[in-house]
């Protein structure tokens, strides 16, 4: 029973990640990128130190510094997925960041000379033809957009390995709640250097940061270390990785995203990578969070 309900808990997570797409989308029109990530980030930040108080008493130099690592491979992630995202479509934005799955084991070869198995191969593979087949334009050129938000998958990939690594040494509280702090204080910077610091945010604009500062942020990680103490790694990555599905109807019921053929045969491809590589020995390490 507990691991039926835990199956279910981790379909919101993915429900609610999906939405999230829709939602930076809606912001985007009346915040900036880092606008928007200094708001999330310091809802994530306050929400998750409230909850880690009695953790937070005594935390040592390795944790903060391992926190700091996270943070700031999580604040590269976001920038270059809601930057890329003003000059592509939520559904391309999803999907395209749904292959730092497929990138993870090879983080892990370089980094620890991990062996990546056939079935990672074959996913990468396929990830490479998918990625080319929903954003290569008719000159085999690559979109801003798409080429920002295939870099932002680099970037959670790395945050993904760091995460594995360094949660079997610390208190998971503790660092992601440093990790959080870190990609906020790291957005404020930028707000700052880029001269965003002038915000004229709409009330769809603020209920949007409202969602993904405090559900899509705070909520499901909290929903999602909470679920996967009762289903398998494989499992739980192979469910969270449906997040790319429900971004795409959520873009195509809310934003009203025309989806082509060619779209489709895209992301059917990229989608069937993330299994294939899930299912290998090395997918062991789930995704945080994305949006």
Same mark, same amino acid.
């Given at each position: 029973?507990?691991?039926?309900?835990?199956?279910?808990?981790?379909?919101?997570?993915?429900?609610?990640?999906?939405?999230?797409?829709?939602?930076?989308?809606?912001?985007?029109?009346?915040?900036?990128?880092?606008?928007?990530?200094?708001?999330?980030?310091?809802? !994530?930040?306050?929400?998750?130190?409230?909850?880690?108080?009695?953790?937070?008493?005594?935390?040592?130099?390795?944790?903060?510094?391992?926190?700091?690592?996270?943070?700031?491979?999580?604040?590269?992630?976001?920038?270059?997925?809601?930057?890329?995202?003003?000059?592509?479509?939520?559904?391309? /934005?999803?999907?395209?960041?749904?292959?730092?799955?497929?990138?993870?084991?090879?983080?892990?070869?370089?980094?620890?000379?991990?062996?990546?198995?056939?079935?990672?191969?074959?996913?990468?593979?396929?990830?490479?033809?998918?990625?080319?087949?929903?954003?290569? /334009?008719?000159?085999?050129?690559?979109?801003?957009?798409?080429?920002?938000?295939?870099?932002?998958?680099?970037?959670?990939?790395?945050?993904?390995?760091?995460?594995?690594?360094?949660?079997?040494?610390?208190?998971?509280?503790?660092?992601?709640?440093?990790?959080?702090?870190?990609?906020?204080?790291?957005?404020?910077?930028?707000?700052?250097?880029?001269?965003?610091?002038?915000?004229?945010?709409?009330?769809?604009?603020?209920?949007?940061?409202?969602?993904?500062?405090?559900?899509?942020?705070?909520?499901?990680?909290?929903?999602?270390?909470?679920?996967?103490?009762?289903?398998?790694?494989?499992?739980?990555?192979?469910?969270?990785?449906?997040?790319?599905?429900?971004?795409?109807?959520?873009?195509?019921?809310?934003?009203?995203?025309?989806?082509?053929?060619?779209?489709?045969?895209?992301?059917?491809?990229?989608?069937? !990578?993330?299994?294939?590589?899930?299912?290998?020995?090395?997918?062991?390490?789930?995704?945080?969070?994305?949006?």
């Amino acid at each position: 029973m507990k691991q039926k309900l835990a199956v279910v808990g981790l379909l919101v997570v993915t429900m609610i990640w999906g939405g999230g797409f829709v939602a930076s989308d809606m912001a985007l029109a009346s915040m900036k990128p880092f606008q928007i990530m200094v708001i999330r980030f310091f809802l !994530a930040a306050v929400l998750m130190g409230l909850l880690s108080l009695k953790s937070l008493k005594n935390v040592n130099k390795d944790e903060v510094l391992a926190g700091i690592a996270m943070g700031t491979a999580l604040f590269a992630a976001f920038a270059l997925q809601i930057i890329g995202l003003q000059y592509t479509t939520p559904s391309k /934005n999803a999907f395209l960041t749904a292959l730092n799955v497929v990138m993870v084991p090879f983080i892990s070869y370089l980094v620890l000379k991990k062996k990546v198995g056939k079935r990672g191969i074959a996913g990468a593979l396929l990830s490479v033809a998918g990625a080319a087949i929903l954003s290569l /334009n008719g000159d085999l050129s690559l979109g801003l957009g798409d080429g920002l938000t295939l870099l932002c998958a680099v970037g959670f990939a790395v945050q993904i390995f760091l995460t594995g690594e360094f949660v079997r040494k610390y208190r998971a509280s503790v660092i992601n709640f440093v990790q959080m702090l870190t990609a906020f204080v790291l957005s404020l910077i930028f707000v700052v250097v880029c001269g965003e610091t002038g915000i004229a945010a709409t009330r769809a604009g603020w209920l949007s940061v409202l969602y993904l500062g405090v559900v899509s942020t705070t909520v499901c990680y909290l929903l999602q270390t909470a679920c996967q103490k009762y289903v398998d790694g494989t499992k739980s990555a192979i469910i969270l990785s449906m997040e790319s599905v429900f971004g795409t109807v959520f873009s195509i019921l809310i934003l009203h995203e025309v989806v082509t053929v060619r779209m489709v045969i895209g992301c059917a491809v990229i989608l069937t !990578a993330v299994i294939i590589s899930n299912l290998g020995e090395e997918a062991n390490e789930v995704s945080g969070d994305h949006l």
